[in-house]
């Protein structure tokens, strides 16, 4: 460990092999001292679950680059968090990056994200944290485009910090022959999965289902992720946790529940 | 099914036959046509995840009270209120209930409750929704005063209806010697888990972890359902799911992501 550098803690929920957290450690050691806690098989879609009804193992490995350690957690995106900040690091991270995503993370799907859960678990414990991914679900997607934007915007963090309660989510567009046009600040977009259940019958006639959907966008504004990244920029977006509905707070008192 | 009845859909994270979603079946059956699709087993901490890697399953049963179905699902949360309103029922729900939760969902826990998630899910698809939950983690928690205040506010929501991306999420004391002193709309406490690892060895020589923790409150602030919940007040926080922190997105452009 050099003296002064930060301290990054890097994970993810495709698993800690997935190109794209090989991508992100390679871009975070030019940075800082990275250590990487990650989990050992895909977690997408684990929300912000937490393993509270069975056991959680580490295991530390080498699969390449210049991490000061790399360990593969049994757990979810958010167990990786807690138990790096727990029982792997001595100090507390100076930031931690999630992803990048193989898949996207824009809109409402933040909701679904295990690598952004990781990321809002990280920013729960005070630490400026970002999740990075990009829209194109295959597992060799070419993250070459991404890179030097991960680099950008985490040196920003690093530099900056984040206020407490803000964590950022970062969406890349599918690489295209046209290159990125930059990065744009916006919202999330108001959107919805629509699912198709794939109703199927065991050999044994019992009947189950596959979760399947489509992504629908329902919101026709120009400031949100969803528009942007179609206009092939990078989305930024600042979340919060607080999830609060301040403004419906004044409306609820009128409402009678104390008579 | 009883014409101009509204058609409520009732689920939780701690499976069909635990007390507190019993207890709401009840006082759901009081207001409406009561469609039950809830977990198998505890889904407990398993925050939004979804199930997109397994098959799910619904198996019918009956267990007791004026419900008009009630299912088993072996799936999330989430997945149950996305199974149900897909292949259960033939028109969306007038309401969704989620609960009564065994242990609080108040503050930060929000972010990992199975509970919550499920109102969520359903407020996402458009359904006004609410999650219950009462402070008291005991398999024989006393609901018998949360009970008119389920009925009251459960009747509320279905007459006045919540504004699109607003979803309620109510939390009752652990009961007392003395009675609630009534309903309080608040916001959520800024507050955290301080995690302790509970670090095990197996009889092979492995090492593992259990994840424990405390809840700690951060928040001085008199406005919080923390502070409520400690004075014995009920706390009614209308939560979101647009995670955009607005209040960033000014500042983050006076960042050089684009040079």
Not at 35 to 60: C, F, M, N, R
Not at 176 to 201: H, I, L, T
Request: hydrophobic share 35%; net charge negative; glycine share 8%.
């Amino acid at each position: 460990m050099t003296k002064n550098r930060p301290k990054i803690l890097v994970t993810n929920d495709d698993g800690i092999t997935a190109l794209g957290i090989r991508v992100l450690i390679a871009e975070m050691c030019k940075l800082g001292d990275v250590y990487v806690v990650a989990p050992d098989k895909p977690q997408s879609g684990k929300g912000h679950a937490i393993t509270i009804d069975a056991i959680l193992e580490l295991k530390p490995q080498k699969i390449d680059g210049d991490a000061i350690a790399e360990i593969a957690c049994t757990g979810t995106p958010a167990d990786c968090v807690k138990l790096a900040i727990n029982e792997v690091l001595d100090t507390k991270p100076d930031m931690c990056v999630s992803g990048i995503n193989h898949g996207s993370n824009s809109s409402i799907s933040v909701i679904y994200s295990g690598t952004m859960s990781a990321a809002i678990e990280a920013g729960i414990e005070g630490i400026p944290s970002i999740g990075f991914s990009l829209c194109d679900f295959s597992k060799d997607v070419d993250f070459s485009e991404a890179q030097d934007y991960v680099y950008k915007i985490a040196k920003e963090v690093l530099e900056k910090g984040l206020p407490d309660g803000v964590v950022l989510n970062v969406n890349f567009p599918k690489k295209s022959e046209n290159p990125y046009k930059g990065v744009k600040v916006c919202r999330q977009a108001r959107a919805n999965w629509k699912e198709k259940f794939d109703k199927r019958m065991s050999p044994m006639g019992r009947e189950y289902f596959w979760l399947t959907g489509e992504f629908e966008n329902l919101d026709a504004g120009e400031d949100t992720d969803e528009y942007w990244l179609e206009q092939n920029y990078i989305s930024l977006v600042p979340i919060q946790f607080d999830l609060t509905a301040h403004h419906m707070i004044q409306k609820l008192n009128t409402w009678k529940l104390n008579e």
